[in-house]
């Protein structure tokens, strides 16, 4: 599966911002997806994941209760909802597909199938 990741872009501190991930393929409702971030100078880190259906989700600790990931399969596209953001939140996040469970995408070193070209996401203070 190709993915393309869109919605980035400059916000202030308590804005919001809403990702968007497109994939292509027949077989998108058969993938768990991912939202990852790089921020300068770090290591990607995990952001959050949902699993093929939508039933689960999965979330970082730094942004649980302000993010919300969920997938429109109908659409084949992936969404991140950015809400109450702030400095540390700003990176290139990117999508990511996986063929196992969204919970694995949680899970350190993770096995991953296909990854998004990323979109920047900058949060002034």
């Known amino acids: 599966v190709q993915l393309q990741a869109s919605g980035g872009g400059l916000v202030q501190a308590g804005g919001s911002l809403r990702l968007s991930c497109a994939a292509s393929?027949?077989?998108?409702?058969?993938?768990?997806m991912g939202w990852f971030r790089q921020a300068p100078g770090k290591e990607r880190e995990f952001v959050a994941a949902?699993?093929?259906?939508?039933?689960?989700?999965y979330y970082a600790d730094s942004v649980k209760g302000r993010f919300t990931i969920s997938r429109d399969n109908a659409k084949n596209t992936v969404y991140l909802q950015m809400n109450n953001l702030n400095p540390e939140d700003a990176a290139v996040y990117y999508c990511?597909?996986?063929?196992?469970?969204?919970?694995?995408?949680?899970?350190?070193?993770?096995?991953?199938?296909?990854w998004g070209q990323g979109t920047q996401v900058t949060v002034s203070s």
């Open positions: 990511a597909a996986s063929r196992k469970s969204g919970l694995s995408i949680s899970a350190p070193n993770p096995t991953l199938d296909s």
């Open positions: 393929g027949r077989t998108f409702s058969s993938y768990a």
């Open positions: 949902i699993g093929w259906s939508g039933g689960t989700t």
